[in-house]
């Protein structure tokens, strides 16, 4: 058998896909629950049982285990059938989206959480936008039906309105709450009973179609005449469900279930790996590249300081996107020119790691890294390629760090460079007096930095405030006018890590008054450009 057969099956087995929601909504327990299903692990970590003194696979960082929240984002491979599976869990709290703003290019679908109770929320709608500029496909679950929430018809319209696409639902629930008894599965014709049990599947009842007569004695002929009506309704509402326009990202199909007791999860993985994309061809500056390419070639899309507190080391998390990336091959990377080996690559099963020999595209590889990565490095197999769409954000919160420990300096300095290696916060140094400035997304970052620095590095900082509006980056084509700026911005001056001019901006106004004095320069918002 050829390497090209060989290469081309493997990609078309792939299935790599995000997890995306509104905090709270239940995606690290959906997440779980199709490891489960994967076999990858064999109980449930119910968060909130005492008995099972396990919090939820995916959220393995200290921080993440005693807020109950997902932080970063962590990565899970397994098996299903004959499909290989590859989830991105990504935190759902705002403070953290830049993190999943980056997951998302390296995803080729994405599953959407909704609370049934809550609808859809603020956060939710943000991610949605970057789908929809990726024009990536999107799978919907409404989640939480054993508990009262609102009616599935009016979530559809919820739907359809705040994150502007087009709906078709493949699975539908009978009664909600008290009177939740189970969901038929539109996309395979059958009927699924509901118990609440968080450790095993509820029943399936084999039906020819929906009159026969074995729903009415399964449900009762109330609900079995209400499920009647509303897949009736749904027919002539909705158009017939066609993978053409969810894999363009025009048409999300909607599942509903509990996956809190595991129900309606099992629906969502079956017809999710029939439908869902394999690895898709990828942008790079220079040209298209092609999945079942013969040469290697990926990118960074994260990296991850401390794995395992045990070594000091980062891992960079590496999507690859053609060819065959494997083990103890020499690679270069297209930022510095180097030639690197690797030969501990590691895949994920949440925190555990293994070591791999090769990967595929749509495959995500951790590699061991001592400082030799930034995100959105390329590595290839010699060609000068460029992947883009990997930007760092202007951060919107500034603070002073201040090391509280004079003796534990060293240990400080190197914990701030592996923590903004990660992409959590970004560092700028004050040319005016030197002072180091943390900027970031959302103030929980600096809390999570702050026990980091403690906790993983034995250093303690303190934070000074400091009013700033935004940080731009600034260029010019003019050094005479780059130099009367800096000038005579003098104390708002600073550099990033990469050495690159940053405007501290103390205010809107003096930030509009500066573009409009200085008329040759150019003021980025983002660090792409």
């Known amino acids: 058998m050829s390497t090209t057969t060989t290469l081309t099956q493997e990609i078309d087995r792939r299935r790599t896909f995000a997890i995306i929601s509104h905090p709270d909504a239940g995606k690290t327990t959906l997440t779980e629950k199709l490891l489960l299903f994967g076999g990858a692990i064999h109980i449930a970590g119910a968060v909130k049982s005492n008995k099972i003194k396990k919090t939820a696979t995916s959220d393995w960082m200290e921080i993440e285990k005693q807020r109950g929240i997902s932080v970063a984002t962590s990565v899970m491979g397994f098996n299903y059938g004959d499909y290989k599976i590859n989830i991105l869990d990504t935190p759902g709290h705002q403070d953290f989206a830049e993190d999943t703003y980056r997951t998302l290019t390296a995803v080729d679908s994405v599953i959407i959480v909704v609370d049934v109770?809550?609808?859809v929320e603020q956060q939710t709608r943000k991610l949605m936008e970057v789908c929809r500029m990726r024009n990536t496909?999107?799978?919907?679950?409404?989640?939480?039906l054993d508990r009262e929430g609102r009616d599935p018809f009016e979530i559809l319209d919820e739907l359809e309105a705040e994150l502007k696409i087009a709906v078709r639902p493949l699975s539908w629930p009978i009664g909600i709450g008290a009177r939740f008894k189970g969901v038929y599965n539109i996309y395979e014709h059958s009927l699924d009973l509901f118990t609440p049990d968080k450790q095993k599947v509820s029943e399936r009842v084999e039906i020819d179609n929906i009159d026969d007569p074995r729903v009415d004695s399964a449900i009762g002929a109330p609900a079995a005449t209400q499920l009647r009506d509303d897949l009736e309704l749904i027919q002539g509402v909705y158009p017939a469900f066609n993978v053409e326009p969810y894999l363009e990202g025009k048409?999300?199909?909607v599942f509903f279930g509990s996956a809190l007791n595991t129900f309606g999860v099992k629906e969502l993985l079956d017809c999710f790996v029939k439908i869902a994309p394999a690895p898709r061809p990828v942008a790079t500056e220079e040209r298209i590249v092609q999945p079942a390419e013969e040469k290697f070639s990926g990118f960074v899309f994260k990296i991850h300081a401390n794995m395992d507190p045990n070594h000091r080391s980062c891992i960079a998390f590496v999507k690859v996107c053609s060819g065959c990336f494997m083990r103890n091959n020499p690679y270069r990377q297209v930022r510095t020119g180097k030639v690197m080996?690797?030969?501990?690559p590691t895949a994920f099963m949440a925190q555990k790691k293994n070591i791999v020999d090769e990967a595929y595209p749509g495959d995500i590889v951790g590699l061991p890294d001592t400082g030799n990565f930034k995100?959105?490095?390329t590595l290839t197999e010699g060609e000068d390629i460029h992947f883009k769409g990997l930007p760092s954000f202007s951060p919107e919160m500034f603070k002073y760090i201040e090391n509280t420990d004079p003796m534990k300096s060293k240990q400080l300095e190197k914990g701030i460079q592996q923590l903004?290696?990660?992409?959590?916060?970004?560092?700028?140094?004050?040319q005016f007096n030197g002072r180091k400035i943390i900027g970031t997304v959302g103030q929980l970052q600096f809390e999570v930095i702050q026990y980091r620095l403690l906790h993983e590095y034995g250093a303690q900082c303190r934070w000074e405030p400091i009013s700033l509006y935004k940080a731009c980056w600034i260029e010019s084509d003019d050094p005479e006018a780059l130099a009367a700026f800096k000038k005579r911005k003098h104390q708002f001056m600073a550099v990033d890590r990469d050495g690159r001019d940053v405007f501290l901006a103390d205010s809107n106004y003096v930030l509009q008054m500066a573009q409009n004095d200085f008329p040759k320069l150019r003021f980025h918002f983002t660090s792409e450009f």
């Open 251 to 253: 048409l999300a199909p």
């Open 137 to 144: 496909p999107v799978i919907i679950f409404v989640n939480k």
């Open 375 to 377: 995100i959105g490095d």
């Open 341 to 344: 080996k690797f030969s501990a």
């Open 420 to 430: 903004m290696d990660e992409g959590v916060a970004q560092l700028f140094v004050n």
């Open 117 to 119: 109770a809550k609808g």
